[in-house]
């Protein structure tokens, strides 16, 4: 069964408005989870690594201000889009590792349509 | 330098007949991780198999094998009696300490399961 849970998998929204999605490890506590962005038969771009109680760590070209990531606790991590635009429409996909495994998991994913 | 190279855009394979992958990566670490994960249609990202640089036999899960070959630099994954439900976008993965200890993903490719 699912290791994380992502949440909503598939949102419509108007430009200009915020949007938040939700990641979830399940049945473990993730210190560090990943918010990636993949665009249409493209592979995944990491945009960011969220840290448990301090700032996420964000890839150079990705707006830290565009892309708020909030790691309140040891099983969510939020990726809220600002002031979303038509540009930002894409697939948003998170993933956690297990303390101390080497495979990292992966949420089913939200696809954003911003109109 | 390209980190990770699938250089097989797509594949075709005949239902109940074994499929080879390709994938060479790019490393100057003694350790690392080389991951395989599989995207279908739903755009999740299934985890399928993992090899440890340091790991002396090839990884093996069900009709899933790795074929590592460390001097060559090459992680080809090897899919056995295939079936219809392995149509979807396959993903080759390292991560190292070269790259940040991320996950590096290869450009990705398509198999298509014929019946």
């Known amino acids: 069964g699912a290791v994380v849970s992502q949440h909503p998998s598939w949102v419509i929204c108007k430009s200009g408005t915020s949007v938040k999605i939700e990641c979830r490890s399940l049945?473990?506590?993730?210190?560090?989870m990943f918010w990636y962005r993949q665009f249409p038969k493209q592979s995944l771009m990491l945009m960011a690594t969220s840290n448990e109680g301090s700032k996420a760590t964000y890839e150079q070209g990705v707006e830290k201000d565009k892309f708020l990531i909030n790691h309140a606790s040891l099983t969510l991590s939020t990726l809220t889009v600002t002031s979303a635009h038509p540009e930002d429409s894409s697939f948003y996909i998170c993933?956690?590792?297990?303390?101390?495994?080497?495979?990292?998991?992966f949420g089913a994913g939200t696809r954003l349509s911003v109109l | 330098a390209q980190k990770i190279t699938q250089t097989q855009p797509g594949m075709f394979v005949q239902e109940k007949e074994a499929v080879t992958l390709d994938c060479t990566y790019d490393t100057s670490d003694p350790s690392y991780g080389l991951f395989w994960y599989k995207q279908p249609s739903s755009g999740e990202m299934i985890f399928l198999i993992y090899q440890g640089s340091y790991d002396q036999q090839n990884a093996t899960e069900g009709r899933y094998s790795l074929n590592f070959q460390k001097a060559r630099k090459s992680a080809n994954l090897v899919i056995s009696a295939s079936q219809l439900g392995d149509s979807a976008m396959y993903f080759c993965a390292m991560r190292g300490m070269e790259y940040g200890n991320k996950l590096v993903f290869g450009a990705g490719t398509i198999l298509r399961v014929k019946s």
């Open positions: 993933s956690a590792n297990r303390q101390g495994k080497n495979i990292q998991y």
């Open positions: 049945d473990f506590q993730a210190t560090t």
